[in-house]
């Protein structure tokens, strides 16, 4: 896949997210909502298929990781940020930050 592909993708799902609404004329997502039980479903797909392990932890947080080397002294990079929105929020509030670090 390009990047320009890539880039169009994140767009795409990121759209597609923004449709996992409270609210059926904007773009609201509460923690622990449906919608947000929604949004995580498929973050979760789409970080599998991308190869990572999913999870979510005690507190609601979905978390994806990819296998890293686990030789002494090699770094981790963490990449995230959040799956709620602010009430009409736009279709990037926080989701891009995390389907950017899905990409694939």
């Known amino acids: 896949m390009t990047p320009f592909e890539r880039a169009e993708e994140t767009i795409r799902r990121c759209r597609a997210l923004a449709r996992c ?3 059926p004329n904007a773009t609201t997502r509460t923690f622990l909502s449906a919608p947000m039980r929604e949004v995580h479903a ?11 392990t999913v999870e ?6 979905l978390r994806g990781v990819y296998s890293a080397d686990r030789t002494a002294g090699s770094l981790r990079l963490v990449i995230g940020s959040h799956l709620d929105t602010v009430p009409n929020a736009g279709a990037f509030d926080g989701i891009l930050g995390v389907i950017m670090a899905v990409a694939h």
């Open 56 to 61: 979510i932890d005690a507190a609601g947080n």
């Open 42 to 52: 498929l973050v979760s797909e789409w970080m599998q298929h991308a190869g990572m």
């Open 21 to 23: 609404s409270e609210d």
